[in-house]
């Protein structure tokens, strides 16, 4: 059963009196897609934020790769190969698009004790970083400051930045928030050509990128999972219909 | 083309070249003391801009440096050590090592609670120099001598002297300059910049920002090593917390984040202080005996109006 | 070392933890609440101690310059706020720091312009003087005692405030959420404007009220801002128990290092070196006791947002 990427068992965070994490249990195996659904205040970000690790959880445990990571300080979980993106936008507004990025992967290349050479010369950041941003479809912003870039290109830098590591897990909170149709079809699209080379947990509202990228979904309605399966199977829950999904789903 | 900005900076520091013999030819050495006093505080100025104006780390301990740096070479003239080699690297390691303390306790904190500590250390600092009675306590003394650089370059000569302040300000501009394009520099501006983000891209500030710190005590040790032998006087009040407020006025004044802007504004401040106490324009009773009424009315007006600096105004893209 | 003097000390030691818990309340108040970092604090308690030397010695009334001192900090502490603080709650701490930082020297200089740079020294009424028999050979002067007895008549009438009236209950909701507040129709202006004239008069009483102990002179709330930070540090920013819990560590330990850490020392190293070592560790004792508390407890003991 341990073949899990990443293990959750029985985790619980509350805020006061307010259960924001109830007793959640959650498997994701290696190469899979898995969104987390749900709807709004079920506690999705909390989750997010304590297998990122800027959260702690009051119990229960989450293993990534067979390591104990529950309380393992968010920058080292980056080097242990999860990597985040972030609900709302998180970049670095004062950097170019393309210095975000050299930016990410200066912290994954050698040490930044370095006191001389100007970061911007050096190749062995800048190139990846370019083609990185090829990628995402941002080569020609690489040089504009990422406060002008327009919202749904600053979703693709955030992306773009969670890559810079060569994840093993990528914790996406909800990537396409606030994009327009033609925006949300193009990230799902890239989104669909990382499956399979990266594992995915995606935390999202939108249901056409759901049901296009996810593998297995989980539903989590007031800090608990209560439906866990395919997405034929979670279409079909009658309990999940009720709560979140509507009867027309 | 250079920028309009880098143009600025060249231009002051020619005119600062000029001041000497421009100096002698008008019979004025005032101004000379008066330039190379603002020279030192730039130097100060420019180590607190790395750690505030581009760290976002608001020290307001930043004087107690100015102090362990005066204090470094005053003791050891005191006790007839007068060789610059020795006293000046003791300066800024002593700096250095202080900062390092400090650091590694305030760091952690972060916000007002920074700022409080911070200002809570100076403050014990600069209770313990007063109460070094051998040294003058609350009043200070003399410096003994001027540092010696065994006839390499003679302090008592204000010309010398002077040149030798300027070459380690162009020196200093350049190697911050240096160290906030490094891969170094890039990670304080990014922890300033968006914390949580610099965490999820595996970073942890805490290394960086005590190392910075480190780096700008120790620069500002070697302006107060420069500062007692510009004054030949050593007293407490080179630590005092409203010189560590006069610094951050100068860093902000300038145009934090700018390698122009601690330049800009030292010379502001100083020569703002110089007018109002000093100028034969100003009406005395009212104005020129209460000079510090008016300087915190400047400041607060400063704040409030001119958030981007001096510096700001010959503005181009962000640094 | 007897135990008069170590009874004496303490109640001296309480006696500063009171002035110093006066301070401390306004200024976490108004920090909590307002997220305003304001060092111009202390120029309130100058002003308050100013105001109430003057119209005793103009009057010969010392409940006149209780009222004169305590109304008249209050006003000026207003004024501050809508003139030159208003602008300051949406900036951030540095330009807080560095506009208050201006205040300071604007009202060092204006009081200086008023009265003078040398220090005066007010005087305590007449009913006032004195000692008070504590037993055991214990004589304590009775206008501390009355300054002991005010400040936690104070503090029990800010712990009625904050946790049983209306206006209580909002400084405790606008500490831990500011928009909810407003957003439920409560004057957030008037609120602000209120709590920092409260703070201000609370900076005036400890003034007015250290007028006959310490000099009156421009700077003097500097002096004891920086330990009153360290209070605020100490007990935790923004809670009220906690400026209290600070205060009273803080005003006991300064006064009882002071006097007593040089006889203490001298016993385990020699006088002479006591003599020097003594003095200067004892005024270095508070900021290493807050760094000690802060690698324990980086938001401080009793932090308001838990």
């Given amino acids: ?249 | ?319 | 070392m007897n135990l008069v003097l170590v009874a004496e000390q303490t109640l001296n030691g309480l006696q500063l933890g009171v002035m110093l818990f006066l301070m401390a309340a306004g200024l976490t108040l108004v920090f909590g609440i307002m997220n305003l970092v304001n060092l111009a604090h202390g120029s309130l308690y100058m002003v308050g101690a100013y105001l109430a030397t003057y119209i005793f010695q103009a009057t010969g009334s010392w409940a006149l310059s209780i009222l004169g001192g305590l109304g008249g900090t209050f006003i000026v502490g207003i004024l501050t706020e809508v003139i030159a603080l208003r602008t300051l709650y949406e900036r951030d701490h540095l330009d807080q720091v560095l506009a208050t930082f201006g205040l300071i020297l604007f009202f060092n200089e204006l009081v200086a312009i008023l009265w003078g740079r040398t220090a005066i020294y007010s005087t305590i009424p007449q009913y006032l003087s004195g000692h008070v028999e504590l037993g055991a050979g214990l004589r304590y002067p009775l206008y501390r005692m009355v300054i002991i007895g005010v400040g936690l008549a104070v503090a029990a009438l800010l712990w009625y405030v904050v946790t049983r009236t209306r206006l209580g209950m909002l400084i405790r909701a606008g500490a831990s959420n500011r928009t909810m507040v407003a957003a439920l129709g409560v004057n957030i202006r008037l609120l602000y404007t209120i709590v920092f004239g409260f703070g201000a008069a609370l900076a005036g009483l400890a003034g007015l009220l250290s007028g006959p102990v310490y000099a009156v002179q421009p700077g003097m709330g500097e002096l004891i801002l920086i330990q009153v930070f360290v209070v605020i540090v100490i007990g935790g920013i923004g809670s009220i128990r906690g400026a209290l819990a600070g205060a009273l560590i803080v005003g006991m330990v300064d006064t009882l290092g002071r006097a007593f850490l040089k006889p203490m020392l001298a016993t385990i190293i020699s006088p002479a070196a006591a003599d020097t070592l003594g003095p200067s560790l004892a005024s270095m004792l508070i900021y290493l006791l807050m760094a000690i508390v802060l690698a324990f407890r980086p938001a401080g003991l009793f932090p308001a947002r838990g």
């Fill in chain 2, 1 to 319: 083309m250079p920028a309009p900005r880098t143009l600025v900076l060249f231009a002051l520091l020619a005119v600062l070249a000029a001041v000497p013999p421009l100096a002698a030819a008008f019979n004025e050495p005032f101004y000379l003391d008066l330039f190379r006093r603002i020279m030192i505080f730039s130097i100060a100025a420019l180590s607190l801009n790395l750690i505030l104006g581009y760290g976002g780390m608001v020290s307001f301990g930043h004087a107690a440096y100015l102090g362990i740096g005066a204090y470094s070479v005053g003791i050891l003239a005191f006790y007839d050590i007068t060789s610059g080699w020795l006293q000046w690297p003791l300066a800024i390691g002593a700096s250095a090592i202080l900062a390092a303390a400090i650091g590694a306790v305030s760091i952690r904190t972060s916000g007002i609670y920074f700022i409080m500590i911070t200002l809570a250390f100076t403050q014990m600092l600069y209770y313990f120099g007063i109460s070094l009675e051998e040294f003058g306590g609350d009043d200070g003394m003399r410096l003994k001598a001027k540092s010696d650089f065994s006839g390499l370059i003679d302090l008592n000569d204000p010309t010398a002297f002077y040149y030798l302040v300027l070459a380690l300000l162009v020196v200093l501009l350049w190697l911050v300059h240096r160290i906030v394009n490094s891969r170094f520099g890039r990670v304080i501006r990014a922890a300033h910049s968006n914390e949580a983000r610099t965490r999820a891209i595996g970073l942890s500030p805490y290394p960086y920002r005590l190392a910075a710190f480190v780096i700008a005590g120790a620069i500002c040790g070697l302006a107060g090593a420069l500062l007692v032998n510009h004054t030949a006087y050593l007293t407490p009040d080179f630590m005092n917390w409203t010189r560590s407020g006069e610094l951050m006025f100068m860093v902000i004044l300038g145009g934090i984040a700018t390698t122009s802007g601690p330049l800009l504004g030292a010379a502001a401040l100083l020569l703002l202080e110089d007018w109002l106490q000093g100028s034969d324009l100003l009406p005395k009773d009212w104005v020129r005996d209460h000079w510090q009424l008016y300087l915190g009315l400047v400041l607060i007006l400063v704040v409030v109006f001119a958030k981007r600096g001096l510096a700001g105004l010959f503005a181009g893209r962000h640094e």
């Fill in chain 1, 1 to 249: 059963m341990s073949s899990a990427l990443l293990e959750v068992r029985q985790l619980c965070k509350s805020f006061g009196a307010l259960r924001a994490t109830d007793q959640v249990d959650l498997a994701v195996s290696e190469g899979e897609t898995h969104a987390i659904i749900g709807p709004n205040g079920a506690g999705k970000t909390t989750l997010i934020g304590q297998l990122a690790g800027n959260l702690r959880p009051d119990s229960g445990s989450i293993h990534f790769s067979g390591e104990d990571v529950t309380r393992l300080a968010t920058h080292k979980r980056s080097h242990r190969g999860l990597s985040r993106s972030f609900q709302i936008t998180s970049v670095y507004r004062n950097f170019s698009a393309l210095e975000n990025v050299s930016l990410a992967i200066q912290a994954h290349r050698g040490h930044s004790f370095r006191f001389w050479k100007p970061a911007r010369t050096e190749r062995v950041l800048t190139d990846p970083a370019l083609e990185l941003l090829k990628k995402v479809n941002l080569e020609t912003r690489a040089d504009v400051l990422a406060a002008n870039l327009a919202h749904g290109e600053q979703r693709q830098l955030e992306i773009a930045m969670a890559l810079a590591s060569r994840p093993r897990l990528l914790l996406l909170d909800e990537p396409v928030a606030g994009m327009g149709i033609e925006e949300s079809q193009r990230m799902i699209g890239f989104l669909a050509g990382l499956k399979g080379s990266a594992t995915m947990i995606l935390v999202e509202h939108d249901m056409d990128a759901v049901f296009a990228l996810a593998d297995r979904i989980s539903v989590l309605v007031y800090g608990r999972i209560i439906a866990t399966g395919t997405p034929a199977e979670i279409r079909a829950n009658a309990e999940v219909r009720r709560a979140y999904l509507g009867e027309d789903a």
